[in-house]
């Protein structure tokens, strides 16, 4: 018998369904030469796993994550985006009737784009336009398939990737449950109900030969980290090793956010412009992690890939970089652009603007 959903309900059975079915850090306190003392990664009882900081991308403990291992349910997290995506591009909306057969996967699949193969093939497709090295996907749901794979540092950037593009899909995995025709169901990730993290989401998975899998995000303040473990030994174990994971980074690390957009950074002269100055700064807001604590100590100086600035300079165009310190040692980069643009002075200006650099290169 067909019965005919809500698409909104649909990705939660999905969803649902999906849920029921060598120390780096001692690398990353050596590479910044710190005073802060940071111990090394708690034991992690897993197969492969990753740590990352959500906003600025930061890797903060790994261990075989470029591993290629069954993805299992974590499969949905993909299925999940390209839906996602097919909302936001105005393609169906959450209110859209869909009728559900044995899978809601499946289900959403054929609605969203005609079949499960062409559904798989815009799986694949974000799978490039992300730029994930070790996945491939054969089919909606995860269930083990010759040819499928993916990694714990793909399935930790398909997390990213949920949370930044498609929000309002995302919102859904902080749900612990919900009733429908008198059926409860529960989110079998059991870190939502932890007390001392503050988990909303992502994805539980497991099949015989892909172990336990565990993709979690959580926030502290203006810090997100997210983890994937896979291979974990147990049901309970890859949640336990989750929070480990977890808990160790908020606790030893921050995000700060030291520039933002448009903000100007620093100012050098443009030569030949209709302005004496080029305003500097970034095309998008600068977040590093860091040791906590260690904000006050953090430095930034820019270098310019020319020895001078000569107009025409477009908008973001970029004209040097920016260099983020730490005790001395440079911990990060970023590109340094053009604020405003500034297209060529008229003839006369650029006359004077001559003049004045043969006496600045002569006596400069």
């Known amino acids: 018998m067909k019965t005919t959903f809500s698409a909104r309900f649909v990705q939660r059975m999905a969803l649902t369904a999906a849920l029921c079915a060598a120390s780096l850090s001692a690398a990353h306190a050596d590479d910044l030469n710190i005073k802060t003392m940071i111990p090394g990664v708690p034991q992690i009882d897993a197969e492969s796993y990753i740590l990352i900081d959500y906003n600025s991308g930061k890797v903060l403990a790994e261990q075989n994550a470029?591993?290629?291992?069954?993805?299992?349910?974590?499969?949905?997290?993909?299925?999940?985006?390209?839906?996602?995506?097919?909302?936001?591009?105005?393609?169906?909306?959450?209110?859209?009737?869909?009728?559900?057969?044995?899978?809601?996967c499946v289900a959403m699949a054929d609605f969203a784009a005609g079949s499960q193969d062409a559904f798989v093939g815009l799986m694949n497709s974000y799978v490039n336009a992300l730029g994930l090295k070790n996945t491939h996907f054969q089919t909606v749901h995860g269930l083990d398939a010759d040819g499928q794979y993916s990694s714990a540092r793909d399935m930790a950037m398909i997390g990213q990737a949920l949370i930044r593009d498609v929000p309002n899909e995302y919102s859904i995995y902080k749900e612990k449950e919900f009733t429908f025709n008198g059926i409860r169901q529960l989110n079998r990730n059991g870190l939502l109900w932890d007390n001392s993290l503050n988990v909303d989401g992502i994805k539980t998975g497991h099949t015989d030969k892909a172990g336990y899998n565990l993709v979690a995000s959580a926030t502290e303040g203006q810090m997100r980290l997210i983890s994937a473990v896979m291979g974990g030994r147990t049901y309970k174990g890859r949640e336990t090793e989750s929070k480990k994971l977890l808990t160790w980074g908020f606790r030893f690390f921050e995000t700060v956010n030291p520039l933002k957009v448009g903000k100007e950074f620093a100012s050098e002269p443009a030569w030949f412009g209709n302005t004496?100055?080029?305003?500097?700064?970034?095309?998008?807001?600068?977040?590093?992690?860091?040791?906590?604590?260690?904000?006050?100590?953090?430095?930034?100086?820019?270098?310019?890939?020319?020895?001078?600035?000569?107009?025409?300079?477009?908008?973001?165009?970029?004209?040097?970089?920016i260099n983020f310190q730490l005790d001395g040692k440079t911990i990060e980069q970023r590109p340094l652009v053009v604020l405003q643009e500034i297209p060529e002075g008229n003839f006369f200006g650029k006359i004077i603007d001559y003049i004045k650099l043969m006496f600045h290169h002569w006596f400069g």
Not at 71 to 95: H, N, R
């Open 66 to 104: 470029d591993t290629r291992r069954d993805p299992a349910s974590l499969t949905k997290m993909m299925t999940s985006y390209v839906i996602g995506q097919a909302m936001k591009a105005g393609k169906f909306k959450e209110t859209d009737l869909v009728t559900v057969g044995n899978d809601a």
């Open 276 to 321: 004496d100055r080029a305003s500097l700064g970034v095309d998008k807001d600068v977040y590093l992690t860091i040791p906590r604590g260690r904000m006050k100590d953090l430095k930034a100086s820019y270098v310019l890939n020319t020895t001078e600035l000569h107009a025409p300079l477009q908008k973001n165009q970029v004209v040097g970089t």
